[in-house]
Every structure is written in C-alpha cells, then in structure tokens.
C-alpha cells in the first residue's frame, strides 16, 4: 500500500498525482491536510487496467481559511480489472472560505469490469464552496455508431474514446507524471 499524508504550507500549491496501470492488485492512498492559510491542492488519480483490483482512497482536511482543494479522479476498466474509490473532503469549523470539488469520473469497457465511486463531503463551517460527484458508465452506442460511420472498426472507436478521455486529464499532472502515463497509454 502507498501512503501519503502531507501538510501543505501557508501560501503554498502542491499537486499530488497518484497513477494505476492495471499491473498489479494495489491501494493507492493520499491524506491532505490544508491547516494554513492560502494553502491550496490538487489530488490527481488517473487509472487504467484490463485486470487486477485497484482500491484509491483520498481525504482532504480543510483546517484554516482561504484554503482551495480540487480531487479529480478519472480512469478506465476492461476485462476483470476493478477499481474502487472513495475520496473524502471535510471542511473544518474555522475552515471560512475553503473552496473544494472532489469528483470521479470512469468508463467501464467490458461486462466483466467493475468501477465504483464514494465520494462524501462534511461540511461544518459556512461561507465556504463545497462540491461533489461521480460518474460510472459506459461507452456509449451512438459514439462508437458515429465512428464505425466514420470507418472505425468498433475496437479502434473505443481505443479513441479511451485516449480522449484519459488524454484530456494527462496535462494536469506534473511532467514527470504526465510522460509516463503517455508513454503507458501509448501502449493500449
């Protein structure tokens, strides 16, 4: 299991990226703790697996004011390959003016994968932004009709779908992240 739990300093913008390629069974886990003032963070996961479980779990605790959290979680699944996540913001008594958005986005590409997304929110002060969400689905028909029209065959379509998908996300991450997830999706 992969644990983080770090502090982030007053003034400071951190991004934190946790990365699954479907290699092996793994948890990957991130605590954030913004108990300064101004500090503010990205949580970044990108998945994609045709086989073995992965668990991700985030927390991130807003402590002080004018603290800023974006958890951003997008990933794909084929064949057996299962991930679960579960990401969870709380917002301090004293915590004024947080703003935070935790959100999971998958596609689930075959009958035999499965994804699942908890996100929770607890919100205990006021005059703070606050959001949450989740997707789980499919490729949808009309996308891959709308391609195969086009003369994809139905493999290559999904492959497209996949890389736009995940491909939108990639530059978010630090440069050294963003050239091995790259280089892995240049693979699938």
Same mark, same amino acid.
């Given at each position: 299991?992969? /644990?983080?739990? %770090?502090?982030? &300093?007053?003034?400071?913008?951190?991004?934190?990226?946790? !990365?699954?390629?479907?290699?092996?069974?793994?948890?990957?886990?991130?605590?954030? %703790?913004?108990?300064?003032?101004?500090?503010? *963070? &990205? @949580?970044?996961?990108?998945?994609?697996?045709?086989?073995?479980?992965? &668990?991700?779990? /985030?927390? *991130?605790?807003?402590?002080?004011? =004018? /603290?800023? $959290? #974006?958890?951003? @979680?997008?990933? !794909? @699944?084929?064949? /057996?390959? %299962?991930?679960?996540?579960?990401? #969870? !913001?709380?917002?301090?008594?004293?915590?004024?003016?947080?703003?935070?958005?935790? =959100?999971?986005?998958?596609?689930?590409?075959?009958?035999?994968? #499965?994804?699942?997304?908890?996100? #929770?929110?607890?919100?205990?002060?006021?005059? @703070?932004?606050?959001?949450?969400?989740?997707? !789980?689905?499919?490729?949808?028909?009309?996308?891959?009709?709308?391609?195969?029209?086009?003369?994809?065959? +139905?493999?290559?379509?999904? +492959?497209?779908? *996949?890389?736009?998908?995940?491909? $939108?996300?990639?530059?978010?991450?630090?440069?050294?992240?963003?050239?091995?997830?790259?280089?892995?999706?240049?693979?699938?």
């Amino acid at each position: 299991m992969d /644990t983080q739990t %770090i502090h982030i &300093k007053e003034g400071e913008q951190k991004i934190i990226p946790l !990365v699954w390629f479907g290699d092996e069974d793994r948890t990957l886990s991130a605590r954030v %703790i913004l108990d300064k003032p101004d500090s503010s *963070v &990205k @949580v970044l996961c990108i998945f994609f697996g045709k086989a073995h479980t992965l &668990k991700a779990e /985030t927390e *991130v605790i807003h402590r002080a004011p =004018n /603290t800023f $959290s #974006r958890t951003l @979680v997008k990933g !794909v @699944v084929d064949g /057996t390959a %299962i991930a679960d996540f579960e990401g #969870r !913001v709380v917002i301090e008594k004293g915590a004024k003016g947080a703003d935070a958005d935790l =959100n999971e986005h998958a596609i689930v590409l075959s009958s035999g994968a #499965r994804a699942n997304a908890i996100p #929770r929110l607890e919100v205990m002060e006021n005059e @703070v932004k606050a959001g949450h969400g989740a997707t !789980v689905g499919k490729v949808g028909e009309e996308e891959l009709f709308y391609l195969a029209t086009r003369g994809l065959p +139905r493999d290559e379509a999904k +492959r497209l779908i *996949v890389h736009g998908f995940l491909e $939108s996300f990639v530059g978010e991450f630090p440069p050294k992240e963003a050239e091995e997830i790259r280089t892995a999706l240049s693979k699938i």
